[in-house]
């Protein structure tokens, strides 16, 4: 994709998320409105910049939409609008939902909002791997979640379905959806670190303190310049992976992209001061977003543990551009 393309589907993709998150527009919306512009054209053609345009303008605008669902559906080989997807909930392990000796598949998981896909696709442990099952979503107890971001809008599913009423996807699969996931929840991670950190820079230029800009003093600076740090690394490890390791570098992207975007929120909330602790300010919703999403798929802390495990068990330092030897995380 040449720039000027690229700069014309970032403007065309910007517009829409600003709009939908003006308007209060639902999900349904965003997905609806992304293929009539022809995004899976677009992903099939250009498949890494697709996804890093449309989930960056996502995270910048703080829109919640099932865009999600589409990539991780199509790394399965799925269809998003007929098959929703039950991410694993955050926690020590990878997934959160396991098929027993007796067959039965106890469930438990997160959808992005309201889906009304008729069947549902469940990452569930399986002996000593993991598989994922195909179920009936109305076989499923589907509950609205309330917490820390009511806005994101994740709901609960939760259910023990017996044997005859699932069926099997190859288990391989989930590795290079999980991949695919957090490949773009980084880059989303990173719209939203990207808009926090403009924020707050416009905000310590304007707003005076002893008779000069807040944005002078040196304590500031120094914030804003590490949060800034962070956000130019997490593009950098997107930008260097490579496919023939994807998964590692995925793994590695996540893990860096959601520590530079927690990091970014806590300066820039620190930087504007009472301001940035206000409701009527927007920076709350943004750091409640940031933590949400990285919690998503493994959180940075998780990541960096499995990154180190990897590590331990190739015997080296893993080179993006240069696939590690064991399975990723």
């Excluded at 896909?117 to 509950?143: K, Y």
């Excluded at 304007?206 to 500031?220: D, K, N, S, Y």
């Excluded at 590490?226 to 490579?242: C, F, M, N, P, Q």
């Amino acid at each position: 994709m040449d720039a000027e393309t690229r700069e014309m589907y970032r403007k065309t993709l910007g517009g829409l998320m600003r709009r939908v998150g003006a308007e209060g527009a639902g999900e349904s919306d965003v997905v609806a409105e992304l293929r009539e512009l022809g995004w899976d054209e677009l992903t099939v053609e250009e498949p890494t910049e697709s996804v890093a345009l449309l989930f960056e303008e996502q995270g910048a605008a703080l829109v919640a939409s099932r865009a999600l669902d589409m990539v991780v559906a199509a790394a399965l080989g799925l269809d998003d609008r007929s098959v929703g997807i039950a991410y694993p909930e955050p926690g020590p392990t990878n997934v959160t939902s396991a098929i027993n000796d007796d067959g039965r598949l106890t469930i438990a998981g997160l959808l992005l909002g309201a889906s009304e896909a008729a069947e549902i696709a469940v990452p569930a442990q399986a002996g000593t791997g993991v598989v994922v099952a195909i179920v009936s979503r109305g076989a499923l107890s589907v509950v609205e979640m309330e917490g820390f971001d009511d806005a994101a809008g994740f709901t609960r599913v939760t259910g023990v379905v017996e044997a005859r009423h699932y069926r099997l996807l190859d288990g391989a699969a989930w590795a290079v959806a999980v991949a695919a996931g957090r490949r773009a929840l980084a880059h989303e991670l990173v719209g939203l670190a990207s808009h926090m950190i403009d924020r707050a820079a416009g905000y310590v230029i304007e707003r005076e303190q002893f008779g000069r800009p807040l944005g002078t003093f040196q304590a500031v600076q120094h914030r804003l310049a590490d949060a800034y740090t962070g956000l130019v690394a997490a593009r950098s490890v997107l930008a260097a992976i490579e496919p023939d390791d994807v998964l590692f570098g995925s793994l590695v992207a996540k893990a860096v992209a959601g520590r530079a975007a927690i990091r970014a929120a806590h300066s820039c909330t620190q930087v504007t001061g009472a301001i940035g602790c206000t409701w009527e300010y927007e920076l709350h919703r943004y750091l409640r977003r940031t933590h949400a999403l990285d919690a998503l798929l493994g959180s940075w802390r998780a990541l960096r543990k499995a990154i180190g495990q990897q590590m331990a068990e190739d015997g080296h330092a893993a080179r993006l551009g240069s696939a590690p030897e064991g399975p990723a995380a």
